[in-house]
């Protein structure tokens, strides 16, 4: 299967919302509602912030919200702050208990 | 709690095959819906899934690598094993396991990667 689609880049300034797109086909994203997104810092181990589309773990902000449209799923940071910069993947179930992650996208808070 | 802990050498030279270990605790690997994978990430690249066994034994690989990889789990010592045959230059990264739930007999779980590692550098050079 193919890595999802993210933008490489995007960028807000803190108090600022912004969307993290995340397209995959109707095999994945399209037909399974097992959507997840990962944060990941510089040097550090990704951490889970959305799971089945659109669940926070718990201790994740309520700023981090999780959608999705037919192939497309998306991750939106309202309230931007400092903290929020890095590095963000979205990770989808292709079916016969197998996974892919997408390419992952750089958020930078100016 | 959950945590896991990825050991295996940090140098491998081209051709040989890599084994990498997880060591976890906060769970067992016999429990329905559990599973344990691995990803891999290249210096300033994307993460990669890799290969993922769970409570059943069933195992599931990348289809890009899967005639390069072989998982295995022993219940009785909490660990998993990762080894990756043929090993090149490109395959350098740092190699992450990670415990996952999924939705299974009708029980709804996390069905995501929600506890990690801290991941293991692999250099692959002569």
């Known amino acids: 299967q193919s890595a999802l689609t993210q933008p490489r880049s995007v960028s807000g300034s803190p108090g600022q919302s912004v969307t993290i797109s995340c397209t995959g086909t109707?095999?994945?994203?399209?037909?399974?509602?097992?959507v997840s997104w990962y944060q990941q810092h510089p040097g550090k181990a990704p951490k889970l912030i959305i799971y089945d589309v659109s669940y926070r773990p718990s201790g994740v902000p309520d700023r981090f919200s999780g959608s999705k449209s037919g192939s497309t799923a998306s991750l939106t940071i309202s309230g931007l702050q400092a903290e929020d910069e890095g590095d963000y993947y979205c990770?989808?179930?292709?079916?016969?208990?197998?996974?892919?992650f997408g390419g992952g996208t750089k958020l930078t808070v100016l | 709690q959950i945590t896991l802990m990825e050991s295996g050498p940090t140098l491998v030279t081209p051709t040989q095959s890599l084994t990498l270990t997880c060591t976890f605790s906060?769970?067992?690997?016999?429990?329905?819906?559990?599973?344990v994978g691995w990803v891999r990430q290249p210096p300033g690249r994307a993460l990669e899934w890799l290969a993922l066994i769970y409570w059943d034994n069933d195992k599931r690989y990348s289809p890009s690598l899967k005639g390069r990889l072989t998982i295995t789990k022993d219940t009785s010592t909490n660990q998993v094993v990762l080894t990756m045959s043929n090993m090149d230059p490109v395959d350098t990264a740092t190699y992450y396991c990670?415990?996952?739930?999924?939705?299974?007999?009708?029980?709804?779980?996390?069905?995501?990667?929600?506890?990690w590692g801290q991941g293991t550098m692999v250099t692959v050079s002569s």
């Open positions: 990770c989808s179930y292709v079916g016969g208990y197998s996974w892919v």
């Open positions: 906060g769970f067992s690997l016999t429990t329905s819906g559990v599973g």
């Open positions: 990670a415990h996952i739930t999924i939705t299974f007999g009708g029980v709804p779980r996390r069905d995501a990667f929600d506890v």
């Open positions: 109707s095999s994945d994203i399209g037909y399974y509602n097992y």
